[in-house]
């Protein structure tokens, strides 16, 4: 017999708009991906001895793999909005403000943005930002389109990186330097140490991450057992785009209940001492009110107020 999806939606409470694997079968779009996430942790109000820093997640990059390509420079008309020179294996890349973009680039990204234009917007206003690159990770190309997306965000900032060679590259320190950005780097072999990222994001993300696979996949079980046909897991790109959106979304939401970046912060020794404009030095941010919440009584002994390298603090 023949179900419709509003049969299969309303009976079995499936969410099924805009899947692009509706059925058991093969689908031409049921590519595995490969991608990177970079998500931000941003504080505000550090350098204000009069206010209490708050903590929250900045911009989330994501990076497919492809010929170099971002998003956030093409119009809902597939042309650039801006002008772009850059070079490729020496070879000159330009892209031209107001030209449409050229055959085949980033077309898996336009066709998803094109055919689920509201999840777009909202994933954008929520602070997602896309990107290609051909090994998928943040080299010194995608670091310069994250400084310039920051900038609008944060007209004037410091950035805290690990060393990696795109972070460090000599482009992303001078797309920084035109963009008022401070750059500071975690010293080697201790980003797993101290880096926020590393001691307190990942690993929440991706628990999160497998809890959105198995909601995904019994899914895919459901509309497969009503059709009748076996079941097929491959997942297109709004399986992908919507698994990495509720993940993402649930850490932050998590994350931020727990107050865990300012508590991470503190503990790996960010937040220990703070800048005073007025006296032009250095103060101890234990002995300031507003630390009283990242730390108990009992956190206030010497053998918490001791650094990584046996240090009294």
């Given at each position: ?67 170099y390509f971002n998003l956030q ?20 890349v330009i892209w031209k403000k ?88 975690i010293r080697g072999k201790v ?123």
């Amino acid at each position: 017999p023949v179900v419709s999806l509003d049969e299969v939606d309303m009976e079995q409470g499936i969410e099924v708009e805009g899947m692009s694997q509706l059925r058991g079968e093969s689908h031409q779009d049921q590519d595995k991906f490969r991608i990177t996430v970079d998500l931000e942790q941003r504080y505000d109000g550090y350098m204000d001895p009069g206010q209490t820093p708050q903590a929250s997640f900045g911009l989330t990059s994501v990076i497919f793999t492809g010929s170099y390509f971002n998003l956030q420079m093409v119009d809902m008309n597939e042309c650039w909005t801006e002008n772009q020179i850059f070079e490729v294996d020496g070879k000159p890349v330009i892209w031209k403000k107001g030209e449409p973009v050229q055959r085949g680039l980033g077309s898996a990204l336009l066709k998803w943005r094109k055919e689920n234009p509201q999840m777009w917007a909202d994933m954008h206003a929520e602070g997602f930002r896309f990107y290609q690159q051909p090994a998928g990770f943040c080299d010194q190309k995608i670091v310069q389109w994250q400084i310039m997306e920051q900038h609008k965000v944060y007209p004037c900032s410091i950035s805290l990186k690990d060393m990696f060679s795109g972070g460090l590259s000599e482009a992303a320190r001078t797309e920084s330097s035109l963009r008022q950005q401070i750059c500071t780097w975690i010293r080697g072999k201790v980003t797993a140490c101290i880096q926020v990222a590393d001691t307190d994001v990942i690993r929440q993300i991706k628990l999160i991450k497998m809890r959105q696979d198995r909601e995904l996949r019994a899914e895919l079980s459901k509309l497969a057992e009503v059709e009748n046909t076996r079941a097929i897991f491959n997942c297109g790109m709004y399986e992908m785009m919507r698994t990495l959106r509720g993940c993402i979304m649930k850490a932050k939401e998590k994350l931020g209940n727990e107050d865990t970046l300012m508590h991470a912060a503190f503990r790996n020794g960010w937040f220990h001492f703070r800048p005073n404009p007025e006296t032009k030095q250095m103060e101890r941010t234990l002995e300031q009110e507003w630390t009283c919440l990242l730390y108990t009584s009992d956190a206030a002994d010497d053998s918490l107020r001791v650094d990584l390298g046996g240090r009294r603090i």
